[in-house]
Nanobody, 124 residues
């Protein structure tokens, strides 16, 4: 059974930092791409960042470039999202999703693999 479990969210002041973790199981970690998404109340979900665990290739949305860093620990089957210089607009539920990289085009298996999410709240 594929499982992705997020942790590390919380309440932080603007300018602060948090590190989110996505612990995974039930699949061969090196064969997939792991992405972080977020969704705020009343807003569409946004793709934040992803990493292709086999080669470490990463992607960042423009609104987090230079502030967030994604990484993976393949020995622990875990992906991290280090979030620095947080802004109130970063407030959302963050969740990780399993995907497959088809030459740069990612197919996300969100209905089969989305975790429960972790709440990030940034106060001004």
């Amino acid at each position: 059974e594929v499982q992705l479990v997020e942790s590390g969210g919380g309440l932080v002041q603007a300018g602060g930092s948090l590190r989110l973790s996505c612990a995974t199981s039930g699949f061969t970690f090196d064969d997939y791409t792991i992405g972080w998404f977020r969704q705020a109340p009343g807003k569409e979900r946004e793709e934040v960042s992803y990493i292709t665990t086999s080669d470490g290739r990463t992607y960042y949305a423009d609104f987090v470039k230079g502030r967030f860093t994604i990484s993976s620990d393949n020995a622990k089957n875990t992906v991290y999202l280090q979030m620095n210089s947080l802004k109130p607009e970063d407030t959302a539920v963050y969740y990780c999703v399993l995907g497959s990289d088809f030459g740069g085009s990612i197919k996300w298996y969100e209905s089969d693999s989305r975790g429960q999410g972790t709440q990030v709240t940034v106060s001004s």
